[in-house]
């Protein structure tokens, strides 16, 4: 990371945090490809944050593209809508990828993707009614978070910065270049409404120098905007981690446990907010995403711009199947994504790519012993010991994951890109986040 200063100088970093993943971005000049409708959608009720969503349909209910699928009354949570046209087949209940299990809505399409009857764009005349409309378009953070968003455009304390994340500092990953190349109006447009509603004097857009193409874009077409910046970013990973991008374009730092608008700053993920400025005009809520394709499994990489609960397989097949048996699968990118064990999954909101490893390719992750080498301590970009913490989790010594600090762990995965021994420390890091958690502390 280029900047030394702030956060990780406050953190005592006189050394060069993160990894120098390659970059790999294979799909950077394909224009996203639209997927046809597939025979049948799965919408799983849990894709963000919060408690996941009560069916509000029932088998052999006929329902149209945005028809609401999914609701709670919880106040953390996100209305699911359908993705199609189409009659339901049954209410079931799924295996998610992470292993957890939570109901689905799976829907025979008819083709036709008829729009419901009641979707128009929102009527705004305050912020109140911005919110009302960012809640009825079951918007979440796209870059994989899943947070809803009409809870992160509501921050209890004042905001004046907002900062767009264009970083994509994972390695394959397009998808959000593509949506500035291909949609930077609704971007613009998204930006100019939430700047209107939550009253935010300046607003960065955050893009890796990696892509020049969208850089000098976005410089060109934000230009009439005074209070709009272009921000070039170092390549070097985990740049898009929230906390580093915060850091790197305000120099302001978010302690540990403290959250993006304690210090006035509210981020959005580029496809959430060209999402969002579309919905403003046509009021279709979120019921397709754009996801990268690629690996060395796969035959022809690609962006895609698919429905959500479409199967992956499907979108495989659309990219032309496997090419050689696919010893990996992962959804997200090497560094922060989750194994799927197959590629039955539906597409989640907050999905934004598949990527499929050969044989070769995946027995560089097979895991050997650690050689205390400390690699994974010099590149933890939260000054964290990852080694430390992996020995808390084998012996679920919830005391020594407190005392060196798991819940800070953003699971960026640069411990376990430059680690020798291919230890499996991201997933160490969930665990033991999940023991703190299990043990109510
Ligand atoms: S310990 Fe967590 S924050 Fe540190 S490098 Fe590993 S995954 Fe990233
Ligand atoms: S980088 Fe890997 S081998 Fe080296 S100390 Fe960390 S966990 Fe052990």
């Not at 006929?62 to 996100?78: E, K, L, N, Q, R």
């Not at 410089?219 to 709009?228: G, L, Q, S």
């Not at 994504?337 to 990527?355: E, R, S």
């Not at 080694?387 to 808390?392: A, F, I, R």
């Amino acid at each position: 990371m280029a900047k030394q200063s702030g956060f990780l100088a406050t953190l005592g970093f006189a050394r060069d945090p993160g990894a120098p993943v390659p970059h790999r971005k294979n799909t950077s000049a394909s224009a996203t490809e639209v997927m046809p409708v597939p025979a049948t959608v799965t919408i799983a009720m849990s894709m963000h944050i919060g408690a996941p969503c009560t069916p509000c349909v029932k088998p052999k209910d006929h329902v149209d593209v945005g028809t609401v699928i999914g609701s709670s009354p919880a106040f953390m949570s996100a209305l699911i809508h359908s993705s199609v046209s189409g009659t339901v087949k049954k209410v079931d209940s799924i295996l998610m990828p992470n292993g957890s299990k939570t109901q689905a809505v799976v829907i025979d399409t008819d083709g036709q993707q008829t729009l419901d009857p009641s979707l128009k764009a929102p009527e705004i005349n305050s912020k109140e009614d911005f919110l009302e409309a960012v809640k009825a378009s079951g918007l979440v953070g796209l870059g994989g978070a899943g947070f809803p968003a009409h809870i992160k455009l509501n921050p209890a304390t004042p905001v004046d910065i907002l900062c767009i994340n264009g970083a994509e500092c994972e390695p394959y990953i397009t998808a959000d270049e593509h949506e500035f190349l291909e949609n930077y109006e609704n971007v613009i447009y998204g930006i100019t409404q939430v700047r209107k509603y939550l009253g935010v004097e300046k607003v960065l857009i955050g893009i890796e120098g990696n892509k020049p193409g969208a850089i000098a874009l976005m410089k060109e077409k934000t230009a009439e905007y005074d209070y709009i910046s272009v921000v070039t970013l170092p390549a070097r990973y985990p740049q898009g981690a929230e906390k580093v991008l915060i850091d790197q374009m305000t120099d302001r730092q978010v302690p540990p446990g403290k959250l993006p608008a304690d210090v006035g700053t509210v981020v959005m993920n580029v496809a959430s907010i060209g999402f969002l400025g579309g919905y403003l005009k046509d009021g279709i809520p979120l019921t397709t995403k754009r996801v990268t394709v690629d690996g060395s499994a796969i035959t022809t990489p690609k962006n895609v711009r698919v429905l959500i609960g479409t199967p992956i397989k499907d979108i495989i097949d659309f990219c032309g199947g496997y090419k050689e048996t696919p010893a990996k699968l992962i959804s997200g990118g090497p560094m922060m994504g989750i194994a799927l064990m197959t590629d039955d999954f539906p597409v989640l909101k907050q999905n934004n790519a598949f990527l499929a490893f050969n044989e070769k390719d995946a027995k560089s992750f097979e895991p050997t012993s650690c050689i205390r080498c400390g690699r994974c301590v010099d590149a933890c970009p939260m000054n964290l010991m990852p080694t430390k913490l992996e020995d808390g989790v084998l012996f679920k010594d919830v005391e020594i994951l407190k005392e060196y600090g798991v819940m800070n762990c953003m699971e960026c995965g640069c411990c376990a890109f430059v680690c020798p021994a291919n230890r499996k420390l991201v997933h160490a890091m969930k665990l033991g986040k999940m023991y703190v958690r299990e043990a109510g502390q």
